[in-house]
């Protein structure tokens, strides 16, 4: 079967066919899922580098299971969100024990606007990321499923093992925190703006 025919199959049965010796299949599952998973891992970490550790360690962790895994159980797809976001959690716990990280890594400005259009634009998706860094480990994982992966409330209910109620609340508290966040950061640079029109 060629690699093109192996797109049509399902997860699942691209899970099974791994399982079975077919190097092909995990090929095909591995670039449809990896890069969900990453950006999932990035949204929560702020840092590339531990995305992908995240992302090559969740998928180890399927292809081990991949022989032990029972259909109609559960999605694929949720339970890689899951293992993705609990290591995501682990590394947070780990690193505020070991003290302050390098969590301001701005994401890249898109190269095609003017100078000053790229540095708002970065200093946008910089704040974007400060406000998701100080969010509770629960809400950034929530947050973070919902509005930058498109999962529903019960998929992501599922990825983080609790009720969809709960995930409700997680959302809520999240957007606030992220909305009050973002309010201070536009208030200074509005003042900002003003401080430097005074002064000229």
Known sequence: MSFDGLTEETDEALLARFAAGDRLA???????????????????????????????????????IAPDWRAGEAKLSTWLHRVATNLCIDRLRKRRRNGPALDDIAEPADPAPGVLARLEAGDAAAAVSAA?????????????????????????????DVSVEAVESLLARGRRALARDLAAWSAGIERAGAGGKVGK
């Open 132 to 160: 998701m860094a100080r969010l509770p480990e629960r809400q950034r994982a929530a947050v973070a499923l919902r509005h930058f992966e498109d999962l529903g409330n019960p998929e992501i209910a599922a990825a983080l």
């Open 26 to 64: 995990a090929h095909a599952l591995t670039l449809r899922l990896t890069p969900a998973v990453f950006a999932l891992a990035r949204r929560m970490l702020n840092d590339a580098a531990e995305a992908e550790d995240v992302a090559q360690e969740a998928m180890m962790r399927l292809w081990r």
